[in-house]
């Protein structure tokens, strides 16, 4: 996919895999704008890919939990660029049920409480829902629009089903509940999308090491980004409605 006069919103783009999705488009020639919910942060990630040689990079004050922030992000762009033909929904949380009082760890399936379950869905799945629909008709003036959904492997049923599976016995259910909803989003608007060039794709990005992922992640994030770079720049004749790692497609 040609880069030239192509512009990206990546969510959650200060730190982690989001950064490092900005700083891959940006080396392509694509004007990238960071929304982080903290403007200060924004700022330093956008500085710092600035310090790197990334021209085209700016960092707008963006929250997914705040309905208000959609309309005006979708103002700012139309403003500034007038269409948008990358939109990565990277921002996400995986949350502690112990903070609530649960001994037993992350999102455990018979204790999770509903605010974690409900605080999860709210950024991981909701807001995705709700920022995207605002998005759309701005992707639509876009020549070929690319969504990518940061989704994980651990949204995955089949293999959350099957005992041989090497994520079995990795269960935090909020987390992974949000990001099977977040795949059955990626599939019901790739078919809704299916006769426009617009693609929507779900990225597993692996086990990588972020504040997220942790320093025993075994993936650095200089490949961590490499599955949101590739969706983000699928060619014409790429796959929309997919789910996969580098290439590789996972069983939903
Ligand atoms: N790391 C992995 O191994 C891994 C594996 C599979 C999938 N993923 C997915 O990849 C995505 C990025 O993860 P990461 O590992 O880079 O995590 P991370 O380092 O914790 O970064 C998460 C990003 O999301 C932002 N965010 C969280 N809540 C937000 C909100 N309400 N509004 C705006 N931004 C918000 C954070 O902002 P603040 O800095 O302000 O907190 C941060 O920029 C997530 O969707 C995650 O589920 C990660």
Redesign the pocket.
């Known amino acids: 996919m040609a880069s030239q006069g192509k512009v990206a919103f990546i969510?959650?783009?200060?730190?982690?895999?989001?950064l490092e999705t900005a700083r891959g488009l940006g080396k392509l020639g694509i004007a990238v704008v960071i929304?982080?919910?903290?403007e200060a942060?924004g700022r330093s990630a956008a500085d710092k890919l600035k310090g790197e040689g990334i021209e085209k990079v700016e960092a707008v004050q963006?929250?997914?939990?705040k309905i208000a922030d959609y309309a005006r992000i979708a103002n700012y762009l139309e403003e500034h660029y007038g269409k948008l033909d990358i939109l990565v929904n990277?921002?996400?949380?995986?949350l502690d049920d112990g903070e609530f009082g649960n001994p037993n760890g992350f999102n455990t399936t018979s204790t999770v409480t509903q605010d974690v379950l409900h605080k999860t869905f709210e950024?991981?799945f909701f807001?995705v829902v709700a920022l995207t629909q605002t998005l759309l008709p701005l992707i639509k003036k876009a020549p070929a629009g690319r969504i990518v959904n940061?989704?994980?492997?651990?949204g995955s049923l089949a293999l959350h089903a099957d005992p041989k599976s090497p994520i079995y016995s990795t269960k935090a259910f909020a987390?992974d509940a949000s990001?099977t909803a977040l795949n059955a989003f990626t599939v019901h608007l790739a078919q809704e999308l299916r006769d426009t060039k617009i693609k929507v794709n779900s990225a597993?990005?692996?086990?990588?090491k972020?504040?997220?992922?942790g320093s025993a992640?075994p993936?650095e994030l200089s490949e961590?980004g490499k599955t949101s770079v590739m969706l983000a720049t699928l060619p014409d004749d790429g796959p929309t409605g997919g789910y996969s790692h580098v290439g590789e497609t996972l069983p939903w």
Do not use: C, E, Q
């Open positions: 969510t959650g783009a200060n730190k982690g895999l989001g929304g982080s919910r903290d942060n963006f929250d997914m939990t990277n921002a996400g949380v995986m950024t991981n807001a940061l989704s994980s492997i651990l987390y990001k597993h990005p692996g086990w990588v972020t504040d997220m992922g992640a993936m961590g």
